[in-house]
């Protein structure tokens, strides 16, 4: 079965720290991963995405995620956090016709 | 470019209430689900739809119904509204059926209901 693991329910960062969102997965299959980002009542917006082409992805606003397959990961990083960056993040895995949520994770960022 | 719009953005309903949500897209995705959001849960899959007249249940269906009449329109109906059905609803697209791995899902921007 297919799961995804968010560590963290609740990551608390000063602003220009570097952002370590956590990310597990379990695949019987080659997985596609993908970080969604959710800003207060709004839908989910696309953050990057691996599909197997390159281990380390760069996504929008800064963000990079790098996919480890020996310890089933896929971490979300930014050097510098912004307080924009205030949000709630998803990890996700596409699993035959449908994608796999984490719980999520939600970002403060202080000043 | 409208991407995916959902309707009604709020709505309170009494025990026992039917209604149905609303969900269209205007970029010709074949695929389209519906998901329900709630705090500490993530996002589950209630249902999915991979074509038009093609529709199948996701994680947690009971309560709900759906069809899939065109591409572009795919209603959720809750048929006896319960307490347990208070939660955010987002509607989501991608563009294929058969290469939907490693494709892009586009998301509403949710349907926040309380049961009451």
């Known amino acids: 079965a297919q799961s995804v693991t968010q560590l963290g329910s609740h990551v608390s960062v000063s602003e220009g720290a570097l952002v370590l969102l956590r990310c597990n997965y379990s695949?019987?299959?080659?997985?596609?991963l993908f970080w969604y980002v959710q800003y207060p009542n709004q839908g989910l917006q696309l953050l990057l995405k691996?599909?197997?082409?390159?281990?380390l992805v760069k996504g929008i606003n800064g963000f990079e995620a790098e996919f480890k397959k020996s310890e089933t990961s896929f971490h979300l990083t930014k050097p510098s956090a912004h307080m924009s960056d205030a949000a709630e993040y998803f990890c996700a895995n596409q699993a035959g016709t449908a994608l796999i949520f984490g719980k999520g994770t939600t970002l403060s960022v202080s000043s | 470019n409208a991407g995916v719009t959902q309707t009604p953005k709020f709505q309170v309903l009494k025990t026992g209430q039917s209604m149905t949500l609303q969900c269209a897209q205007d970029?010709?995705?074949?695929?389209m689900s519906w998901y329900r959001q709630d705090p500490g849960m993530g996002l589950r899959l209630i249902h999915y739809?991979?074509?038009?007249?093609?529709?199948d249940q996701g994680e947690v269906p009971n309560g709900y119904n759906v069809s899939r009449s065109t591409t572009e329109d795919f209603p959720l109906r809750l048929l006896s509204a319960a307490p347990s059905q208070t939660s955010v609803y987002f509607c989501?697209?991608?563009?294929?059926?058969?290469?939907?791995?490693?494709?892009?899902?586009?998301f509403g921007q949710g349907t926040r209901l309380t049961v009451v």
């Open positions: 695949s019987s299959v080659p997985p596609y």
């Open positions: 739809s991979v074509g038009a007249g093609i529709t």
């Open positions: 691996y599909t197997s082409a390159a281990t």
């Open positions: 989501a697209s991608s563009y294929s059926r058969t290469g939907l791995r490693g494709t892009e899902a586009f």
């Open positions: 970029m010709n995705h074949e695929y």
